[in-house]
């Protein structure tokens, strides 16, 4: 949808005033403009029945020809610009940027004060303000103007102007200088765990403080006393204008975003022998091995990635979330931009207002702080009505009438691409805009392997058990039987039946022709797994991560997992213990038996975040329904929170997201089941839990 200014319209007969164009004789006709009073604008050039004659007017060093009367038509013409006062010439270079005309270019009003511009290089006028330097209009084949940016070799359907290339070029300026900077995150950040190691975890970092939700850090001027830092160097002060702290030194008169009393103070041990620490493009920290010619993330020195639990420093999921959480909040800290973005929007037509402002934004603009103004109402946002904006567009996305979004199954409630979105001719623009709303925030959860996509990972057959169990149990039966003496043929083909249209899909080249036996069924099983998780929406996930990766490059999630993605997109919700316990039932245990005792007592243990961990390991979600869980939902129908007596001593809790139900194994203490449930929460990854 392109949307055209209504201002002005330009025909054959309505042209600006011009030079040397002979248009400029006829009419110009704007909104509410006298033709005559445009036209005596105009400028001649050799015609012989106007005036001639030429007089020695120059504007910045290009003679011009004398503007004439029309007598004839009774038409006068706006006498030349006078000389710019002595003032006005030496201010002239404080003019800001946006203000500058290139160079040739003149600004000029009319006597009813409409503005347009003179450029004396080809001796044309318009009456729109020139394009900055490097850029050049276009026309497309259907007559779309676009615009071409020869500095960066880039094009775009948005009027460029002074002020969105000067924040442009802003934005790759920090980009440039993002690595450095993530480096020295980096530093903070072991710190700041070293301090807590050391002081027995009373000091907390400003980061993780944040980022936990606790109170900021008081503004200049306030007494801090408990400081575990203690006070900062002479000649700093701590500042908060905009609720984000920063540091001024004023020995230097300089700011910065890093606390002095922590930059560049980390003491690290040596790196085990054969070591050697590099950083990524992104300023992320790896370890090379160079004995065994491998690489890791993890700290090969004692103490820094494996510190005792009984020591007070977090367990390995914990310490692992939030050290990614906090490098991706500091890439979206690092490359924000000043200032805000508004979107006017009316309630009754929220969808449709929101697709065409966000789509005809350019992105780095939405990366700005957002303000919402509901149209006829008076509420001022400073974050409510954001919130409110975000929650009611994230549930419009999901309307039947835009055919983008299905339920994974019948019981299954979480989100997948439509086959049949197709049938919107629009579909591809909506998807690319729901991937920017999705990246600027959502509340809507979709299935794992979705997220799994995201992150360029490839969903596996056990990923499809959680959204389509009789899909999935129809391939384990291929899977387990052998189809010869079972007398079943099947080829590689597979039926898909869209909008009441039944299509046979190739899963190889003349797969219909091709018969699967005992042989070549693993290649079978994997080529229609891949199908499934992609049938027909090929095109429709391209267009939504297009458009989340213009926002938020994907390239800052590659650190999460998928269920870590999930999590950090649609939140957590407090999990109510005593509606757990009351809605969970048992096999072969009783809520008498000490196993059950034993793993209530550790669930109380948990915070918050490690018990949405273990709901997302048993259920497949980070999510509960409206009514708790008492209305958890499995592959049937309504199914409870279930704990099963599975297994030996030695095994791990094994999970079945379908049924909802935990495989806990007659464990012989408290602390061997805490030691192997934590275990199965924080380092199993994906649904590979059998």
């Given at each position: ?187 903070r950040y072991l710190y700041q765990l070293g301090l807590k190691r050391a002081q027995g975890g ?232 729901i991937g920017r709303f999705i990246a600027m925030f959502i509340d809507t959860g979709f299935t ?243």
């Open positions: 949808v392109h949307s055209r200014r209504t201002c002005l319209h330009r025909g054959p007969s309505e042209e600006p005033p011009s030079s040397s164009s002979p248009r400029a004789r006829s009419s110009a006709v704007s909104c509410g403009e006298s033709p005559g009073a445009v036209r005596g604008a105009a400028l001649t050039n050799g015609d012989p029945a106007v005036a001639t004659g030429k007089a020695e007017a120059s504007v910045n060093g290009v003679e011009e020809p004398t503007l004439a009367p029309r007598p004839d038509l009774g038409l006068e013409t706006p006498p030349p610009p006078p000389p710019p006062p002595a003032s006005e010439a030496q201010s002239s270079s404080d003019t800001p940027a946006q203000d500058a005309l290139p160079a040739g270019w003149e600004q000029r009003v009319l006597p009813h004060g409409r503005v347009y511009y003179v450029d004396h290089n080809t001796k044309t006028t318009t009456w729109e303000r020139p394009l900055p330097p490097g850029w050049e209009k276009r026309v497309d084949q259907r007559g779309r103007f676009y615009y071409v940016d020869h500095n960066t070799r880039t094009t775009t359907w948005q009027r460029p102007t002074a002020e969105s290339v000067r924040n442009y070029e802003q934005w790759q300026s920090q980009r440039s200088q993002l690595q450095g900077a993530m480096q020295q995150f980096n530093q009373v000091a907390i970092g400003r980061q993780e403080a944040q980022g936990a939700g606790l109170p900021r850090e008081p503004p200049s001027g306030a007494a801090v006393e408990n400081d575990p830092l203690g006070a900062l160097p002479p000649g700093w002060e701590k500042r908060q204008d905009n609720g984000r702290v920063y540091y001024v030194n004023h020995n230097t008169r300089t700011t910065q975003w890093e606390d002095p009393r922590t930059q560049g103070m980390i003491q690290e041990p040596p790196l085990p022998p054969g070591w050697e620490m590099k950083y990524t493009a992104e300023g992320v920290r790896y370890f090379v091995d160079h004995n065994s010619r491998t690489t890791t993330f993890k700290d090969p020195r004692p103490g820094f990635e494996t510190g005792s639990r009984q020591g007070g420093s977090p367990g390995a999921y914990d310490r692992s979330f939030r050290w990614k959480y906090h490098q991706f909040r500091f890439l979206c800290h690092s490359n924000a931009l000043p200032s805000h973005v508004k979107i006017s929007v009316s309630r009754q037509t929220l969808f449709e207002d929101s697709f065409q402002q966000i789509m005809n934004m350019k992105p780095y603009d939405l990366r700005r702080r957002l303000y919402i103004i509901m149209r006829g109402e008076e509420g001022l946002d400073y974050g409510g009505i954001a919130r409110q904006w975000f929650f009611l567009l994230s549930h419009e996305v999901l309307n039947p009438m835009y055919c983008l979004f299905e339920y994974a199954g019948k019981n299954n409630y979480c989100l997948q691409i439509n086959p049949a979105s197709s049938i919107n001719p629009d579909h591809l623009t909506y998807f690319r805009f794992l392997p979705f997220y799994k996509r995201m992150l360029n990972k490839k969903p596996t057959l056990k990923d499809l058990e959680s959204i389509d169990p009789e899909f999935y149990n129809s391939i384990i039966w291929v899977k387990e039987n052998d189809l010869e003496e079972c007398g079943v043929e099947l080829y590689f083909a597979q039926d898909m039946e869209i909008l009441g249209k039944v299509t046979t899909h190739q899963l190889k080249n003349d797969g219909e022709n091709e018969l699967v036996t005992e042989e070549n069924k693993e290649e079978y099983i994997g080529l229609l797994t891949d199908w499934r998780f992609t049938r027909g929406v090929e095109e429709q996930t391209k267009a939504f991560l297009d458009g989340f990766n213009e926002v938020v490059p994907l390239e800052w999630l590659r650190y999460f997992d998928e269920k870590e993605l999930e999590l950090m997109l649609c939140g957590m919700q407090e999990i109510d213990l005593n509606d757990w316990q009351k809605n969970t039932i048992y096999r072969h245990y009783t809520k008498n038996s000490k196993q059950i005792h034993w793993f209530w007592q550790v669930v109380k243990e948990m915070d918050n975040e490690k018990r949405i961990r273990l709901l997302q390991f048993v259920t497949g979600t980070c999510r509960l329904p409206v009514g708790g869980f008492a209305e958890l939902i499995g592959s049937n129908g309504p199914q409870k929170f279930c704990i099963d007596k599975v297994g030996k001593e030695t095994w791990l809790p094994r999970s079945h997201t379908c049924f909802n139900r935990l495989d806990l194994p007659p464990y012989k203490n408290l602390e061997q089941l805490r030691e192997k449930l934590l275990f199965a929460i924080e380092e199993t990854e994906g649904f590979g839990q059998e």
